[in-house]
């Protein structure tokens, strides 16, 4: 076996036991509800639930861990590193990790940081939705503004050159509605 088969298997065993493991809640918590649900092992002499009786709820054991290869991974299989700042995106594998962007990130810097990871190529596990819209403005107006450039050049080949001199001269003329012989008439009646 490979050792992304392995890997595959350990994270399909983690899920089923993640599926059947209980909800250990500490003793006497459905008695007194001051005591919360968090867990604290029981240490009565006496303890029903530390003897293991039938119809008493489940202890904390080894048995209900996941598998050492699996252990501590992301659901995808790849290692989760979490990220404060630029800097510590160059050293992400993005093969074998993905990223947690850190919650005490300020917004600008989290989009900085997710581009950055985009170029680069590496997953992030916690974006929000308010920057994915973020980052989908940021994108679309580099494509809108390609576009309108260039509906409106021609490219050089097609585009026409402009006369230059005397010739720009006749053409300014020719749209005012001039003529030669317009022309010696108005020069012969200003004499």
């Not at 076996?1 to 599926?19: H, N, P, T, V």
């Not at 709820?57 to 996941?66: H, P």
């Not at 050159?161 to 012969?188: D, F, T, Y």
Request: with cysteine; glycine share 6%.
């Amino acid at each position: 076996m490979s050792g992304s088969d392995k890997l595959s298997r350990a994270l399909k065993i983690r899920e089923k036991i993640s599926q059947r493991r209980p909800d250990f809640i500490r003793q006497e918590a459905n008695r007194f509800p001051r005591l919360g649900e968090k867990w604290r092992s029981c240490t009565g002499i006496r303890s029903k639930m530390r003897l293991k009786k039938k119809g008493r709820a489940a202890i904390v054991e080894s048995g209900y861990r996941s598998p050492v290869l699996a252990r501590g991974l992301h659901p995808s299989g790849k290692r989760e590193i979490l990220v404060y700042n630029i800097e510590d995106l160059n050293k992400i594998n993005p093969s074998t990790d993905v990223i947690r962007i850190a919650s005490t990130v300020g917004k600008r810097k989290r989009l900085e940081i997710l581009e950055k990871s985009k170029t680069l190529g590496v997953t992030v596990v916690n974006i929000r939705p308010s920057e994915k819209v973020l980052l989908e403005k940021r994108e679309a107006p580099s494509e809108e503004m390609k576009e309108k450039e260039t509906k409106g050049k021609a490219p050089e080949e097609e585009r026409p050159q402009e006369p230059e001199g005397a010739e720009k001269e006749a053409m300014e003329r020719k749209e005012e509605g001039w003529s030669a012989e317009r022309e010696e008439k108005e020069l012969e009646g200003s004499e």
